[in-house]
T-cell receptor, first 115, second 115 residues
Framework: AQSVTQLGSHVSVSEGALVLLRCNYSSSVPPYLFWYVQYPNQGLQLLLKYTSAATLVKGINGFEAEFKKSETSFHLTKPSAHMSDAAEYFCAVIGSTSGTYKYIFGTGTRLKVLA | GAGVSQSPRYKVAKRGQDVALRCDPISGHVSLFWYQQALGQGPEFLTYFQNEAQLDKSGLPSDRFFAERPEGSVSTLKIQRTQQEDSAVYLC?????????????FGSGTQLSVL
C-alpha cells in the first residue's frame, strides 16, 4: 500500500531564507507524487507533481521538488521564502485498489514565515 | 463553473441530526472525490465517483455515511444521525478525466460541527 510521511508538522523560516519541507513515501510501484498547498479558508491547490519524467520538478510560486528513489523522498524546496508562502503544505501519493485510484495525503506541514 | 463549489460553507448540527453536503464540480469533470479533514490532519479519502458510478467507497467510516452523484455532475454527501466525531471539514475535489495522474481541483470545503 502506498503512503507518505511528512516530517515536521510546523516549520518556521525567516523571510528570504531557504524553505525545506520533507516528505518520504512508501510505494511498491513507481509512485506518482504531488505537493498541494492550502491557504486559510481555501481549498487545496496543486504546487507540482512527479510522474516519472524528470526527477527535479518545478512548480508554481518558485517551488520545486526532487524525487530521490534511493532515499524514498520528495522534499519541497524554495530558495527564498516570502511572507505569502505561509500556508499548510501537503504531500500526496496516488494509491490504487481494485482498479480505482485515490490520492493519499500526508498529515501536512504548516509553514510560518517570519519577518 | 469556474471552480469546485461546496455548500454550505459551515454547518452546525445537533448530535443525531442528519446533514447533507453538496458539491458542484467543474463542469464536464468526470472524476469526483470526497475527503474528510479533521483538525490538524491531512485529508482522508472517503469515496470516489467516475461519472455517476461510485467506484470506491472504502473510506466511508460507517453506514451512516452515504454519497451519491445521480447524474454524473453534482454530488451529495449525506451523514445520518451525526456524532461528535463527524466534526471535520469535508472536501470535494474533481478532475477532468479518470486518469490517475491528473491534477485535482478542490472546493473550499464544508466545515461541519456536531454539538
Amino acid at each position: 500500500a502506498q503512503s507518505v510521511t511528512q516530517l515536521g508538522s510546523h516549520v518556521s523560516v525567516s523571510e528570504g531564507a531557504l524553505v525545506l519541507l520533507r516528505c518520504n513515501y512508501s510505494s511498491s510501484v513507481p509512485p506518482y507524487l504531488f505537493w498541494y498547498v492550502q491557504y486559510p479558508n481555501q481549498g487545496l491547490q496543486l504546487l507540482l507533481k512527479y510522474t516519472s519524467a524528470a526527477t527535479l520538478v518545478k512548480g508554481i510560486n518558485g517551488f520545486e521538488a526532487e524525487f530521490k528513489k534511493s532515499e524514498t523522498s520528495f522534499h519541497l524546496t524554495k530558495p527564498s521564502a516570502h511572507m505569502s508562502d505561509a500556508a499548510e503544505y501537503f504531500c500526496a501519493v496516488i494509491g490504487s485498489t481494485s482498479g480505482t485510484y485515490k490520492y493519499i495525503f500526508g498529515t501536512g506541514t504548516r509553514l510560518k514565515v517570519l519577518a | 463553473g469556474a471552480g469546485v463549489s461546496q455548500s454550505p460553507r459551515y454547518k452546525v448540527a445537533k448530535r443525531g441530526q442528519d446533514v447533507a453536503l453538496r458539491c458542484d464540480p467543474i463542469s464536464g469533470h468526470v472524476s469526483l472525490f470526497w475527503y474528510q479533514q479533521a483538525l490538524g490532519q491531512g485529508p482522508e479519502f472517503l469515496t470516489y465517483f467516475q461519472n455517476e458510478a461510485q467506484l470506491d467507497k472504502s473510506g466511508l467510516p460507517s453506514d451512516r455515511f452515504f454519497a451519491e452523484r445521480p447524474e454524473g455532475s453534482v454530488s451529495t454527501l449525506k451523514i445520518q444521525r451525526t456524532q461528535q466525531e463527524d466534526s471535520a471539514v469535508y472536501l470535494c475535489a474533481s478532475s477532468q478525466t479518470g486518469a490517475s495522474r491528473e491534477k485535482l481541483f478542490f472546493g473550499s470545503g464544508t466545515q461541519l460541527s456536531v454539538l
